[in-house]
C-alpha cells in the first residue's frame, strides 16, 4: 500500500468514525471547521521543519509528489485523520452537563466539615 492510499484509508475511516460510528458529526460543525486551522497551521511548521531539513525523507514513488511547506499532502491528510478521530472519540466519552457519572467517574463531592 503506498502512503498515499494509506493517508486517504485513514480519512476515510476518521471520517466515517465521526460521523456514522460515534455520531459525534463534528465534521458538520463551525466549532471544528474553526479551530482546525490552528491545528492545521502548526502542522505545517513541524512538517516543514521535519521534511525541510530532511529529518523524515518519503520514497518519492510511494507519494503524489504534492508538498505544502515542504510535507506531504499525504502528511496533512494524516493528521486531520488523527485530529478528527481524537476529538470525536473525546467528545463522545466525555461526560455530559447534567448527566449522571458513568462507571469509574464519581459525581459531585460533598465539602468537608
Same mark, same amino acid.
Given at each position: 500500500?503506498?502512503? =498515499? @492510499? !494509506? +493517508? %486517504? +484509508?485513514?480519512?476515510?475511516?476518521?471520517? $466515517?468514525? &465521526? $460521523?456514522? $460510528?460515534? *455520531? =459525534?458529526?463534528?465534521?458538520?460543525?463551525?466549532?471544528?471547521? %474553526?479551530?482546525?486551522?490552528?491545528?492545521?497551521?502548526?502542522?505545517?511548521?513541524? /512538517?516543514?521543519?521535519?521534511?525541510?531539513?530532511?529529518?523524515?525523507?518519503? /520514497?518519492? @514513488? &510511494?507519494?503524489?509528489?504534492?508538498?505544502?511547506?515542504? @510535507?506531504?499532502?499525504? &502528511?496533512?491528510?494524516?493528521?486531520? !485523520?488523527?485530529?478528527?478521530? =481524537?476529538?470525536? $472519540?473525546? =467528545?463522545?466519552? *466525555?461526560? *455530559?452537563?447534567?448527566?449522571?457519572?458513568?462507571?469509574?467517574?464519581?459525581?459531585?463531592?460533598?465539602?468537608?466539615?
Amino acid at each position: 500500500m503506498t502512503y =498515499t @492510499a !494509506a +493517508a %486517504c +484509508a485513514g480519512v476515510l475511516v476518521a471520517v $466515517v468514525l &465521526d $460521523v456514522s $460510528v460515534l *455520531r =459525534t458529526r463534528l465534521l458538520f460543525g463551525r466549532v471544528f471547521w %474553526c479551530s482546525y486551522p490552528i491545528v492545521f497551521g502548526f502542522q505545517l511548521l513541524s /512538517n516543514g521543519i521535519l521534511t525541510g531539513r530532511g529529518v523524515v525523507l518519503y /520514497n518519492p @514513488a &510511494d507519494i503524489l509528489g504534492l508538498r505544502l511547506v515542504h @510535507a506531504p499532502v499525504e &502528511d496533512l491528510a494524516f493528521g486531520f !485523520a488523527l485530529v478528527l478521530s =481524537t476529538l470525536s $472519540v473525546w =467528545t463522545r466519552l *466525555r461526560p *455530559r452537563a447534567g448527566s449522571p457519572p458513568g462507571p469509574g467517574r464519581s459525581g459531585p463531592r460533598e465539602p468537608r466539615p
